[in-house]
Structures are given as C-alpha cells and as structure tokens.
C-alpha cells in the first residue's frame, strides 16, 4: 500500500461513517511516519489498513467500513485494496500511545482528520500479536534503522498485559535486532 491509497480508504471510511476522527492500527499506520519510498517492502506489501474510530462504543462504524470498503467488498474488488473497520482495542499498545500518534496530515485524505500509531508503539503492538508477518515488519523497520531497539525496550515495559507476555515481546525484540543484523547468507 502507499499513501495515496492509503488517503483513499481514510476518505472514504470518514465519509461511509460520518466521523472524521480515525485512528490507523495496523500495519500501513507506518505510512504517517514514512513515505513508501522510504520503507522496506516488508512494511507497505499489505493490501488492508486498519481503520478504527476515536468514538465508536457499538462498532457500528467499523461495521459500516466492513461492509462499504472491506475485504470482498466491490471497493476491494475495483482497486484491489481495501479498509477493514476495527475497534481500537483490537491492538494491544503501550500505555500513553494516545499522545504519540502522528497526524495523518494529507490533503487528498480529507474529510478524514486521521492519526497513526507512532512506530515504535506500532512495532510493539505487531509482537504481542506475534504472527509471523508482524515479525517480519518488525525485523524490517529495525534492519532500516526506521524504529530504534532501546525505545522499543521503553514502550514494552508500559503494555499493561501478563508478564509472560511482556517477556515474551521483550524476548521477540531481542530476536528481531538479531535478525535485522544478520543480512548476509546463514554460515
């Protein structure tokens, strides 16, 4: 994805749902902090963006999205892209993460007034998830030196989450700076 479809899904979410306060959880929420041509393919392959709103108690604007410009839907099939409504809880994010989202600050987006998460807390989020393509992003954005390991080690320790999670993100950051380091063939 790139921030031009990206701004097309935002625009037409705000409108669908009549609310212009969204937030970008998923993995394209990389795209407020960095243009496509600044990424590593790792972070803009995925063909969705999350799409959550500020006030949405019911999910009944998630629901909209869903059905309006989801996957399958014929927005989905006309551009072979597509928005998928969630709620904001559905991502684990540190404590204060509210306060350090990036403001999705581009014209061809409006009506929407959009955030995303900021990097490091999106990283964060991607290992408590721990599917392999979360940790496939994570290692990228680190071996490009997009997201620093040491505030990732800060953002773990405010998830308020089990410890065995918060050993295991802390264990996974360990394993992604590893990766990211290792560019060259396996010996």
């Known amino acids: 994805m790139n921030r031009k479809q990206l701004a097309h899904i935002l625009r037409a979410a705000a409108t669908i749902a009549e609310d212009p306060e969204i937030v970008v959880i998923g993995s394209q929420a990389i795209l407020g902090s960095f243009s496509e041509e600044e990424l590593p393919i790792e972070a803009t392959r995925s063909i969705e963006a999350d799409v959550a709103f500020r006030s949405d108690p019911d999910e009944m604007k998630a629901d909209k999205i869903e059905g309006a410009i989801g996957e399958n839907s014929r927005f989905h099939n006309t551009y072979s892209?597509?928005?998928?409504?969630?709620?904001?809880?559905?991502?684990?994010?540190?404590k204060g993460w509210t306060e350090r989202?990036?403001?999705?600050?581009?014209?061809?987006?409006?009506?929407?007034?959009?955030?995303?998460?900021?990097?490091?807390?999106?990283?964060?989020?991607?290992?408590?998830?721990?599917?392999?393509?979360?940790?496939?992003?994570?290692?990228?954005?680190?071996?490009?030196?997009?997201?620093?390991?040491?505030?990732?080690?800060?953002?773990?320790?405010?998830?308020?989450?089990?410890?065995?999670?918060?050993?295991?993100?802390?264990?996974?950051?360990?394993?992604?700076?590893?990766?990211?380091s290792n560019v060259g063939p396996e010996t």
Not at 83 to 88: A, H, L
Request: net charge positive; charged share 30%; aromatic share 8%.
């Open 81 to 94: 892209y597509y928005g998928q409504g969630v709620s904001i809880g559905t991502a684990q994010l540190p």
């Open 101 to 180: 989202v990036v403001m999705y600050e581009f014209e061809d987006s409006k009506p929407s007034k959009a955030v995303c998460l900021e990097p490091h807390d999106l990283i964060i989020s991607k290992l408590v998830a721990n599917r392999e393509k979360d940790r496939e992003f994570a290692t990228a954005l680190i071996r490009y030196g997009l997201v620093d390991p040491a505030i990732l080690f800060e953002r773990v320790e405010l998830l308020q989450l089990p410890g065995a999670v918060i050993r295991r993100v802390r264990e996974s950051i360990v394993r992604r700076v590893k990766e990211a």
